[in-house]
């Protein structure tokens, strides 16, 4: 039996203009989504995943698909990052072994903490290490990209590399390669999340930019610039330490999210209460659409925290996770 687990993430700066080239800063958090596998004496993959709503299910793998036995588009949804991750890796060593799965998560599934990225990558670690396959850091959070491509259609390699390396990262797609750098802080990012449900997905969001910026590439094109310089000034800052550069950074970066249209009234209420309540700044992360906020807290954490929630929001205190995947029970 092996059990994986893999951080969620929040994104510092960037996101949106991530997916057209420029670089983002994500934070791997300490909270993490985890995959048991166990495996079966036949071809059968049976999913269980108590805490993120999905009963029990049986898949039957056949001519190199899945089968699966229930009715439910949401069920189906939810396990597709599982199935078409095992997919993937089949089809890359072309070897499959039947495994009872069960998955569960410490954080909200689906409110833009990369919870999806999270579980590709976990069900891409534990299933390797069921067939006996070495895969590295970069197989598996290419693999972990190219399951959230297949299911999303449009996604940048961001949220997978994140989950697989942890720690504080800067992203971005050069030519199609991956490229990434490792940052380090001098200091400690006292970061509160703040989340609503969420009323629309990654894809939709992103096909919203793309469609804005179709329609007005000579408006939009240059935010999206201006969203990467943001970046690569919030890089130094974070080297350094600034956090007062960043908190401002981050309230800019918000500034053209929301002229990106991907930012909601419930996402500004928090994000200006945080900034009332005393956080150095605030941005939405993430998709937009609803789902969460970030607020670079300083000394004021119980203060934004309150405000967060008076504004209609949810909390969770994060700090950073420098460990990306994982085998858990070694
Ligand atoms: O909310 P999330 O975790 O799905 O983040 C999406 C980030 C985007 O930049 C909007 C899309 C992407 O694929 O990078």
């Not at 401002?248 to 209420?269: F, P, R, W, Y």
Request: proline share 2%; charged share 20%.
């Amino acid at each position: 039996m092996v059990i994986a687990s893999a951080p969620g993430k929040v994104t510092l700066f960037g996101e949106h203009a991530v997916v057209y080239g420029e670089p983002a800063i994500v934070m791997a958090i300490n909270k993490r989504t985890y995959v048991e596998m166990k495996a079966r004496e036949d071809s059968k993959i049976r999913i269980n995943a108590p805490d993120i709503i999905i009963r029990g299910i049986t898949l039957t793998f056949d001519n190199n698909t899945f089968s699966i036995e229930s009715d439910s588009a949401k069920i189906l949804s939810e396990l597709s990052y599982v199935t078409k991750a095992i997919e993937l890796v089949v089809k890359k060593t072309n070897t499959f072994k039947g495994v009872d799965i069960k998955v569960w998560s410490e954080m909200p599934v689906g409110a833009g903490l990369g919870t999806s990225a999270s579980i590709a990558v976990a069900t891409i670690k534990a299933y390797s290490e069921i067939l006996g396959l070495e895969l590295n850091e970069k197989d598996i959070a290419f693999l972990g990209w190219q399951t959230e491509l297949a299911i999303q259609g449009i996604a940048s390699p961001m949220d997978a590399t994140i989950t697989t390396y942890g720690g504080i990262i800067q992203v971005q797609l050069i030519d199609n390669n991956i490229a990434i750098e490792k940052i380090r802080t001098s200091t400690k990012l006292p970061i509160v999340i703040g989340y609503i449900p969420r009323e629309y997905k990654t894809k939709d969001m992103v096909i919203k930019v793309k469609s804005l910026k179709e329609k007005y590439n000579n408006v939009i094109t240059p935010i999206i610039t201006t969203i990467g310089n943001i970046t690569r000034k919030a890089k130094q800052a974070l080297e350094y330490g600034n956090l007062d550069e960043i908190g401002d950074l981050m309230n800019i970066n918000h500034g053209l999210l929301e002229a990106l249209g991907v930012s909601t009234k419930q996402l500004n209420d928090m994000v200006y209460a945080a900034r009332k309540a005393g956080a150095l700044g605030s941005k939405l992360t993430g998709a937009g659409g609803g789902g969460c906020i970030i607020a670079l807290a300083s000394k004021q954490i119980e203060n934004v925290t309150s405000a967060i929630r008076s504004a209609g929001g949810q909390t969770l205190e994060s700090g950073t996770s420098e460990k990306g995947i994982i085998i858990t029970n070694e």
